[in-house]
């Protein structure tokens, strides 16, 4: 068993291309399994985790309707955004400056085979995070993802969740709005849910800025602990 997992963090990078990179990654790590099992091999499979920040992007899950797009494709150029159909489970959200993205892709057997699990421990390093910044943020029943003011009509969703996993491997992940502009968010309905609001740390702390290094660097601390992991 693997528990060390590789930081790769991106910086800025296009949705499409970072997508391609992923899988890479992602089939190297099948392929490898499939080889493991093929000639009675156990070579250790590696294990990612992708930080990165895209340009403006609209992206739709497979289950995703695509009427939950606002926009026309005229529309969507001059706001200066992208839209892609992806493979990943979930409906429409954006992706943009300002904004954390985090993709694992790990090999589940390497930490446990239990997708659910899997899930909620995504959910719960990004609800431990916030709680540091004094926030108090957590699952709302039926819908992924981190929420705040659960149960109330000021319900608002702060991260968004949507995975991919064959074989045990995942890949796609989170999206947390740290100082994300908000606004992109009126060209669809998020997550296929009307009438809930979308925020933001930058709006919920009431500041101008909030230093997304430290933010990154909170979320890994806890997924370290939750998954028993090394980041290296």
């Known amino acids: 068993m693997n528990k060390k997992i590789q930081l790769l963090d991106l910086g800025q990078k296009d949705y499409k291309s970072t997508w391609e990179y992923q899988e890479q990654l992602f089939a190297a790590i099948v392929d490898l399994k499939i080889k493991n099992r093929r000639e009675e091999l156990d070579l250790p499979t590696p294990n990612y985790f992708i930080f990165v920040e895209h340009p403006h992007v609209y992206t739709l899950g497979k289950s995703g309707d695509l009427s939950n797009l606002l926009l026309s494709e005229k529309q969507l150029e001059a706001k200066g955004a992208t839209f892609y159909k992806?493979?990943?489970?979930?409906?429409?959200?954006?992706?943009?400056?300002?904004?954390?993205?985090?993709?694992?892709?790990?090999?589940?057997?390497?930490?446990?085979?239990?997708?659910?699990?899997?899930?909620?421990?995504?959910?719960?390093?990004?609800?431990?995070?916030?709680?540091?910044?004094?926030?108090?943020?957590?699952?709302?029943?039926?819908?992924?993802?981190?929420?705040?003011?659960?149960?109330?009509?000021?319900?608002?969703?702060?991260?968004?969740?949507?995975?991919?996993?064959?074989?045990?491997?995942?890949?796609?992940?989170?999206?947390?709005?740290?100082?994300?502009?908000?606004?992109?968010?009126?060209?669809?309905?998020?997550?296929?849910?009307?009438?809930?609001?979308?925020?933001?740390l930058q709006v919920e702390l009431g500041v101008d800025r909030v230093d997304e290094a430290e933010v990154k660097a909170k979320i890994l601390k806890h997924m370290a602990e939750l998954f028993e992991a090394e980041f290296i």
Not at 90 to 95: K, M, P
Not at 130 to 140: A, D, I, Q, V
Not at 169 to 179: I, S
């Open 86 to 200: 992806i493979n990943r489970g979930g409906d429409i959200t954006y992706h943009g400056p300002g904004q954390i993205v985090g993709y694992p892709l790990l090999d589940l057997e390497n930490f446990f085979t239990d997708i659910h699990k899997y899930l909620r421990f995504l959910e719960e390093s990004i609800i431990l995070t916030l709680k540091e910044y004094g926030l108090e943020c957590g699952r709302s029943e039926g819908e992924t993802g981190v929420w705040l003011g659960v149960g109330t009509p000021f319900a608002r969703k702060i991260c968004a969740l949507g995975v991919r996993a064959s074989r045990w491997v995942t890949m796609h992940g989170f999206a947390l709005n740290v100082n994300a502009d908000l606004g992109y968010f009126d060209n669809i309905i998020p997550c296929g849910i009307r009438g809930k609001a979308v925020t933001s």
